[in-house]
């Protein structure tokens, strides 16, 4: 079917490809279709245009003065058509309205009893959000989840805002610093028992950091979990790293060092280049945005 009987729109996709890629291999493997079906199609374009839109050269294709002319109005066709698909299933995804986020555990529950959530939930309340906690990252690009809260060293091609900063220190309980004293400066830590992140989580920016700073240190615990390094702390087994939020709202614990520049990061509010752009997503990150002073407290404590 030919729209307004003067040309079908579909054929402007193989003038675009010969636009592009100069050849009409290479644009019938870009669309995934063969070269001699892209020579027809453009051929018919030309017919119905009445006028030829590239002219062959040994080294390929290239655009007439005509195809020319034409090209930034081909180009804008094909975006429209992108946005009115990507619209298209929006529209669909923004009916399941379920926002899949994930932090670490200990923010998960600062989040769920602030009032932000809450707030979110009266804005828009087609959607909801739903805490997914680990302590590895999940993965944003398999959509195991569609955003997350971070800090520390992320993935390259996730896009997200910085919210805030992370800070970390070195703390003790009160009754370790009575029985062995504190450290006055880094280089002491070695004399010290120490608390660190088991095999799991070596590539921890703290674990690393304790590995350089102590390398002959004792570990008297290792955990998988920051909140696992929480409790060991709080038990006088040992100095050990941790975020400022959660060292500074423990009275059982001192900081004895720090804060430390090499481990200090930020959040950041991250999702998937694909996802970030869905109408769901994107209202979560507008409003996270302009919440972002209650969610510094809540990162930070």
Not at 36 to 61: C, I, K, M, P
Not at 202 to 211: F, G, P, S
């Amino acid at each position: 079917m030919h729209s307004g009987g003067m040309f079908d729109w579909n054929d402007l996709k193989y003038f675009l490809g010969v636009a592009r890629h100069g050849s009409t291999i290479a644009a019938g493997k870009a669309l995934g279709t063969s070269q001699s079906t892209v020579h027809r199609r453009l051929d018919e374009l030309e017919r119905r245009l009445g006028r030829a839109l590239v002219t062959r050269q040994n080294t390929g294709y290239r655009l007439t003065e005509y195809g020319d002319a034409l090209l930034k109005y081909a180009e804008r066709i094909e975006a429209a058509v992108e946005d009115f698909q990507r619209q298209a299933t929006d529209i669909e995804q923004e009916l399941k309205g379920v926002i899949r986020v994930t932090c670490p555990e200990p923010i998960v529950f600062r989040m769920t009893k602030s009032k932000l959530i809450d707030g979110f939930h009266e804005r828009h309340p087609g959607l909801r959000v739903e805490f997914v906690t680990s302590d590895r990252y999940l993965d944003l690009a398999k959509g195991e989840v569609d955003v997350a809260f971070r800090s520390g060293d992320t993935d390259d091609e996730l896009v997200g805002r910085k919210i805030a900063d992370s800070i970390w220190a070195v703390y003790a309980s009160h009754g370790y610093t009575e029985r062995h004293g504190k450290p006055a400066r880094i280089e002491d830590l070695s004399q010290h028992q120490l608390v660190g992140f088991d095999e799991s989580l070596a590539n921890h920016r703290a674990a690393k950091w304790l590995k350089e700073v102590a390398p002959d240190a004792k570990m008297s615990v290792r955990s998988n979990s920051v909140l696992g390094l929480v409790s060991a702390i709080k038990s006088g087994a040992g100095l050990g790293p941790l975020p400022t939020a959660l060292g500074n709202a423990e009275p059982d614990l001192v900081r004895v060092l720090g804060p430390v520049p090499e481990l200090a990061r930020s959040w950041r509010l991250l999702a998937h280049p694909d996802i970030r752009r869905v109408p769901r997503v994107a209202a979560f990150f507008d409003y996270i945005v302009e919440h972002r002073d209650a969610l510094k407290s809540i990162l930070t404590g």
